[in-house]
């Protein structure tokens, strides 16, 4: 099956991933769960061959991967008429492998993937820093493209996203939208945000904070007036805090409190949790940084940030298990994964047997 058939097929089926690995046929996964093609496992030959036809499609040159050695690499490409994929390419074993992320043409809508009003109502800041947090493969990016396609028809300015690769192409709206690639378009994710500083941005997309360099960039940017979005791979608002301020030396760490107390504006964690229908849903943890959260973070107390977002539901907050208990509730996930993915799974039970669940 040529490569363009296959991607075309996996579109169809709705799959989210597709898995180019030898000693296994051509598996993807739809729904969170793998599927397996009928076909023979592959050879290294015929991963290689299929990695070739990803570079060609790509139109970018293999040998700049094969001959320097690289461990794995990044990119997005297009097909007209079919849609946009991420790929990861790397070695295994000795042979090229590929991982490639189905991303269709157009952007997603939020009620197709359950993202509620509290989070893309984050689109009405004006400035600040706002994480969107989870593991990999949890929709961060899916949320944050709606965040950013909702800024981009109900107000003016110039949003600039840093991502690596690009996923969804945003074209302009009401805003100027301007997309760059790392490292395609530009070298590393600390030169483009120094960059786009100078390029007169009202909103910046920071594909991920990887190092302090890059953390303490963007939060001096925050603090010149700028909203700043950008993710981390942590699963809670506090533990989201913690990475921040530990990722910096000891003795820049009470300055790093305060500096976060003063510009954080919001913390998004999510994850994708296996539904009774089949599918997957999102659940969501939404903190705001109110007095209360600013103050916790300033006096090392980010223990009690999960107390504070519990009690703090009517400023539109919830913790991740009042949205695990919120899924069970109305039908949709059975108890038993709910409690796989809490953070507090015996609070989350005891909850759930005064509730009668």
Same mark, same amino acid.
């Given at each position: ?39 023979? $496992?592959?050879? $290294? ?97 899916? *949320? ?15 949003? @600039?996203?840093?991502?690596? $690769? ?7 709206? =009401? ?30 997309? !920071? ?23 950008? =993710? ?7 533990? *989201? ?14 300055? @790093? ?9 919001? @913390? ?11 599918? =997957? ?37 919830? *913790? ?6 919120? !899924? ?30």
């Amino acid at each position: 099956m040529e490569l363009e058939e296959l991607l075309q097929r996996m579109i169809e089926a709705r799959a989210s991933d597709i898995f180019v690995v030898a000693g296994l046929p051509i598996s993807f996964q739809v729904s969170g769960r793998q599927v397996r093609s009928d076909t023979e $496992p592959l050879r $290294p030959a015929d991963t290689r061959a299929i990695v070739e036809s990803i570079y060609h499609l790509a139109n970018r040159d293999i040998n700049l991967f094969t001959q320097n050695n690289n461990h794995d690499e990044d990119f997005s490409f297009a097909i007209p008429g079919v849609g946009r994929f991420r790929a990861n390419i790397f070695r295994q074993r000795g042979s090229l492998s590929a991982i490639i992320r189905v991303i269709p043409f157009g952007l997603p809508k939020p009620e197709d993937f359950n993202i509620p009003e509290d989070v893309l109502s984050l689109a009405d800041l004006s400035k600040g820093l706002v994480l969107v947090t989870g593991p990999a493969g949890s929709g961060k990016s899916t *949320t944050l493209a709606c965040i950013i396609d909702r800024m981009n028809h109900q107000r003016m300015g110039h949003i @600039i996203t840093m991502e690596d $690769p690009i996923e969804y192409v945003h074209k302009h709206g =009401t805003c100027i939208v301007t997309q760059r690639e790392v490292p395609t378009d530009i070298a590393t994710y600390g030169e483009a945000l120094r960059s786009a500083m100078r390029e007169a941005p009202d909103v910046m997309l !920071l594909g991920e904070m990887r190092d302090y360099e890059t953390i303490g960039t963007a939060m001096t940017a925050a603090e010149m007036a700028q909203l700043i979005f950008s =993710t981390l791979h942590t699963t809670s608002a506090s533990g *989201t805090v913690d990475r921040i301020i530990d990722a910096f030396p000891a003795s820049q760490q009470h300055q @790093i409190r305060i500096q976060l107390s003063l510009v954080l504006q919001a @913390i998004v964690c999510q994850q994708l949790v296996p539904s009774l229908d089949g599918g =997957t849903l999102p659940a969501f943890e939404i903190m705001h940084t109110n007095t209360a959260i600013r103050n916790l973070i300033r006096e090392q107390k980010t223990y009690q940030i999960d107390s504070v977002i519990a009690s703090s539901q009517n400023e539109g907050m919830r *913790t991740m298990d009042q949205s695990l208990f919120a !899924l069970v509730k109305e039908g949709k996930v059975a108890k038993e994964i709910a409690l796989r993915y809490s953070i507090h799974a015996e609070a989350l039970e005891r909850r759930m047997e005064v509730e009668g669940l």
